[in-house]
Nanobody, 117 residues
Framework: QVQLVESWGGLVQAGGSLRLSCAASVIIVVFDTMGWYRQAPGKERELVASITVGGTTNYADSVKGRFTISRDNAKNTVYLQMNNLKPEDTAVYYC???????????WGQGTQVTVSS
């Protein structure tokens, strides 16, 4: 069974940093793309950043220059380095894995990130 487990969310002051981890129970090269999404209270889930198996990255405009997504295939883990955090970054952050050849996608349980002003 495929599982994605997010870790290292928490409470941080504005301007601070956090590094989220998403550990997979399978080798992550099976996913053509992996990404981080977030959902704030009362808002829809939105894409934050994604990375393909080839290393191509994509970022939401709101996080460009502040967040960096990376993957360590040897550890089957995807990371999201978040710098210069803002209160509007407060949300539950979810990890997602998907393959282009299958409609099925996999989600983690989410990790809370709270940025205080």
């Amino acid at each position: 069974q495929v599982q994605l487990v997010e870790s290292w969310g928490g409470l941080v002051q504005a301007g601070g940093s956090l590094r989220l981890s998403c550990a997979a129970s399978v080798i992550i090269v099976v996913f053509d793309t992996m990404g981080w999404y977030r959902q704030a209270p009362g808002k829809e889930r939105e894409l934050v950043a994604s990375i393909t198996v080839g290393g191509t990255t994509n970022y939401a405009d709101s996080v460009k220059g502040r967040f960096t997504i990376s993957r360590d295939n040897a550890k089957n883990t995807v990371y999201l380095q978040m710098n210069n955090l803002k209160p509007e970054d407060t949300a539950v952050y979810y990890c997602r894995g998907a393959s282009y050849s299958s409609p099925r996608e996999y989600w983690g349980q989410g990790t809370q990130v709270t940025v205080s002003s």
